[in-house]
C-alpha cells in the first residue's frame, strides 16, 4: 500500500533561514508523482512543487527546492531564504501512478512550520 | 484567476440532520475530489469523480454520498450527519491526465 510519512509534527525556524522539511513515501508502483502544498491558517491548499519519479532533476520553484532521493524514497522539501509569511502547514502528497484519469493522492499528517522575527 | 468554491466556511449541524456540502469549479475540469482534513492524519479522500455523474469511493466513504449532475459542481451528502463527522471538508479540481489538483477554502463543519 501506499504510504507517506512526515514525522516532524511542528517546527520552528528563524526568519531568513533555509529549512528542510521531511517526507518519505512508500510504493510499489514504478511510475508516481510527489507534491508538495502549503496550507496557510485560512485554510486554502496552495500547491507549490512537484516532481515526477522518472525526472532526472530536482524540481525547483523560486524559494522551493525538492530534494529527491529515489533510493531512500525520500522527496524533502527545501525553503531556501524563510520568510514571516511561510508559517503554515505543510503536506508532502503522492499520486501512485504519475498519470491516470483521476489521480488521486496521497497526503501525509503534516509538518507544521513557524517561523520566527 | 481560476477558482474552486465552496458554499460555506463554516457550518454547525445538529446530529442527524442532512447535510450538504457544495462544490464549484470554473476550470471546466473533469476530475473532482472531496478530501476530510483531521489533525495528524492529513487529507483522506472520500470520493471523487471523473465525469458528469460518474463517482467512484475513495479511502473513507462510509456515513457519505456524492452528487455530480452538472460538470462544474460536485456535491458531498451526509445523510445523517454524526459528530465523529465533524472535520474540515476540503474539494478539489483537476484536469485528466495531469495530477496536479485545485482546492477549495474548505468548509469547517461542526455536528453537535
Known amino acids: 500500500a501506499q504510504k507517506i510519512t512526515q514525522t516532524q509534527p511542528g517546527m520552528f525556524v528563524q526568519e531568513k533561514e533555509a529549512v528542510t522539511l521531511d517526507c518519505t513515501y512508500d510504493t510499489s508502483d514504478p511510475s508516481y508523482g510527489l507534491f508538495w502544498y502549503k496550507q496557510p491558517s485560512s485554510g486554502e491548499m496552495i500547491f507549490l512543487i512537484y516532481q515526477g519519479s522518472y525526472d532526472q532533476q530536482n524540481a525547483t520553484e523560486g524559494r522551493y527546492s525538492l530534494n529527491f532521493q529515489k533510493a531512500r524514497k525520500s522527496a524533502n522539501l527545501v525553503i531556501s531564504a524563510s520568510q514571516l509569511g511561510d508559517s503554515a502547514m505543510y503536506f508532502c502528497a503522492m499520486t501512485p501512478t504519475g498519470y491516470s484519469s483521476a489521480s488521486k493522492i496521497i497526503f501525509g499528517s503534516g509538518t507544521r512550520l513557524s517561523i520566527r522575527p | 484567476d481560476v477558482k474552486v468554491t465552496q458554499s460555506s466556511r463554516y457550518l454547525v449541524k445538529r446530529t442527524g440532520e442532512k447535510v450538504f456540502l457544495e462544490c464549484v469549479q470554473d476550470?471546466?475540469?473533469?476530475?473532482m475530489f472531496w478530501y476530510r482534513q483531521d489533525p495528524g492524519l492529513g487529507l483522506r479522500l472520500i470520493y471523487f469523480?471523473?465525469?458528469?455523474?460518474?463517482?467512484e469511493k475513495g479511502d473513507i466513504p462510509e456515513g457519505y454520498s456524492v452528487s455530480r449532475e452538472k460538470k462544474e459542481r460536485f456535491s458531498l451528502i451526509l445523510e445523517s450527519a454524526s459528530t465523529n463527522q465533524t472535520s474540515m471538508y476540503l474539494c478539489a479540481s483537476s484536469r485528466p491526465l495531469e495530477d496536479e489538483q485545485f482546492f477549495g477554502p474548505g468548509t469547517r463543519l461542526t455536528v453537535l
Open positions: 476550470m471546466d475540469h473533469e476530475n
Open positions: 469523480s471523473y465525469d458528469v455523474k460518474m463517482k
